[in-house]
């Protein structure tokens, strides 16, 4: 971990997740924490599709039967075997790409308060939130939990794994709720659409629609922190008979069209089929670098009107533009452009 002061007399930081772990982390296990992390998602649809075409419908339907079980077997959150497990990914997950994380201020965050990061952008994937886990450590912040799309927490397996990593299904009461009890949280305002929205050269940021986690934010009166992740993909997209295909960290397809966006919509999920290195889950090996930015402090506003809503959310979008102004090119992306939309 490097820390420097900062010209308004912070403290910025740089923690890299190869330095801090790579003396523990080989081959052998960045591919294991990754598989167990990531590899759930192929490993259903994989399950699914051999039950329906090579099984017969016996044997099929024990395999649907043992799926069902696990979206509705209880999830122990304090499970020792989980933390340990949640412990084992993230370290070694870090430690792969690698993952580095630029905190602009480390003194400006109090361990003893609660935080909304908004994190950009989505991509297939947002896999840089792994930086911001409290498993992780690089954060100073002892209670951390991520809000996802409801739809993971009834996935086979997915679940339990995702559960104990720190993530939660992003509704209202969960967030207001998780604040209320001094965790801070981590989300990202574009969701499914994003998806649907990333361009050729530019990164894309689905802000302008979203407000309701400020307005959260300023109901509770915790901070808001912007936050963006360099290199979640590589810009190489190619347009073939209306399928995207992209290379990146994963390469995925996705039909296009109004309808696919409803339907994702409706499911609270967008479903890509991604795929890395030999078709198999596992991501390309391709630095990212999260940066976090200075807080924006709020003063707790139960009932904030909608112009008081709009100016401290005009206020976070003007702060996540500046932040990736400034680190673009220290990133390795000096010509990239953010578009907020």
Request: glycine content about 8%; aromatic content about 14%; some cysteine.
């Amino acid at each position: 971990m490097e820390a420097e002061p900062a010209s308004d007399g912070g403290a910025a930081a740089e923690i890299s997740g190869r330095e801090e772990f790579g003396d523990s982390s080989n081959v052998f296990t960045a591919i294991l924490a990754i598989a167990l992390w990531l590899g759930a998602i192929h490993f259903n649809v994989a399950l699914i599709l051999f039950a329906v075409f090579f099984l017969p419908l016996s044997k099929s339907l024990l395999v649907f039967g043992f799926l069902f079980v696990f979206m509705v077997l209880p999830i122990d959150e304090k499970s020792r075997f989980g933390r340990r497990l949640s412990r084992y990914i993230c370290k070694h997950a870090c430690s792969y790409f690698p993952i580095t994380l630029h905190v602009e201020d480390m003194n400006a965050f109090d361990p003893n308060r609660a935080y909304v990061f908004g994190y950009e952008p989505h991509s297939v994937l947002p896999i840089g939130i792994v930086a911001l886990a409290d498993h992780t450590g690089f954060m100073p912040l002892p209670k951390v939990k991520v809000l996802a799309s409801s739809a993971v927490f009834y996935t086979p397996i997915l679940r339990h794994i995702w559960t104990w990593l720190g993530l939660k299904p992003a509704t209202k009461k969960n967030f207001i709720s998780l604040l209320a009890s001094g965790y801070s949280c981590v989300i990202t305002p574009g969701g499914v659409q994003e998806a649907f929205l990333m361009q050729h050269g530019t990164e894309i940021a689905f802000l302008k629609a979203r407000r309701g986690f400020v307005r959260i934010a300023m109901e509770i009166g915790q901070p808001l922190v912007p936050v963006f992740c360099f290199g979640q993909y590589k810009l190489k997209i190619i347009i073939l008979f209306g399928i995207t295909l992209q290379s990146n960290v994963y390469k995925w397809w996705k039909p296009g069209g109004k309808f696919f966006l409803k339907f994702a919509r409706t499911i609270k999920f967008t479903p890509i089929y991604f795929w890395g290195i030999f078709g198999s889950p596992l991501p390309f090996r391709h630095p990212m670098h999260v940066v976090v930015g200075r807080p924006i402090e709020l003063h707790k506003n139960p009932e904030p009107t909608t112009e008081e809503v709009s100016k401290i959310h005009n206020q976070f979008v003007e702060a996540l533009q500046d932040l990736f102004e400034r680190h673009k090119a220290r990133a390795g992306y000096p010509n990239l452009e953010l578009r907020i939309v």
